[in-house]
């Protein structure tokens, strides 16, 4: 719905760092303005250039850039602390698109790595959710009992929005950010 056009993401491992800045300089020579009636080279939102959008990047970088994190450090990869201030749409840029081809060694471990939270992890964030509902759900009654209709229709409001994000959780499934939130919460079974 915006910043339409021809976009590719080519990752490699990190022992072939030295190959993404001369891909990248490949591509910037040799893709075409369009491509099939579909523009190769456009400006973003973020960006006013006109250029390509094929990234180069190291399976780590791709995902230290959308996470803020690195999940393949160490045997161990993300700490609890940092499973916890990851974002469902962060992870979703990780792993959730199409991968056509994959020659890396890296990508395969970073998806599967991130397919969902440590089980420690996974109790913690749904006890908070389901605490979050407990402690909110008298209010909303009590603040209509006094005579706030609106402050209770904004508390029946942020419950459902919990209990949406409940329903991703108990699905296993990542949490989109808000504009494509009820579109996957109704593909959810």
Known sequence: D?????RLTVLVDEADRAAVRPVTELLARGLPDQFRGRPARFATTWDTA???????????DFAVSRLGVNPLAGPAGLSSLDWLVLT???????????VYADS????????????????D???????CGWQRLCQRM?????????????QSRLLSAGLASDLISLAF?????????????????????
């Open 169 to 189: 959780l108990l699905h296993r499934r990542w949490e989109p950010y808000e504009k494509w939130r009820e579109a996957l919460f109704a593909r959810l079974p």
């Open 138 to 150: 008298p209010f909303v009654g009590r603040t209509a009992d006094t005579g706030q209709p609106l």
């Open 121 to 127: 992890v996974e109790r913690y964030v749904l006890a």
């Open 88 to 98: 469902g749409q962060s992870v979703l840029e990780v792993i959730a698109g199409p």
């Open 104 to 119: 890396t060694t890296e990508l395969g471990i970073l998806r599967r790595r991130l397919a969902w939270y440590p089980a």
């Open 50 to 60: 006109v250029t390509h959008r094929a990234e180069v990047a190291t399976v780590t």
């Open 2 to 6: 915006h910043d339409w056009g021809l």
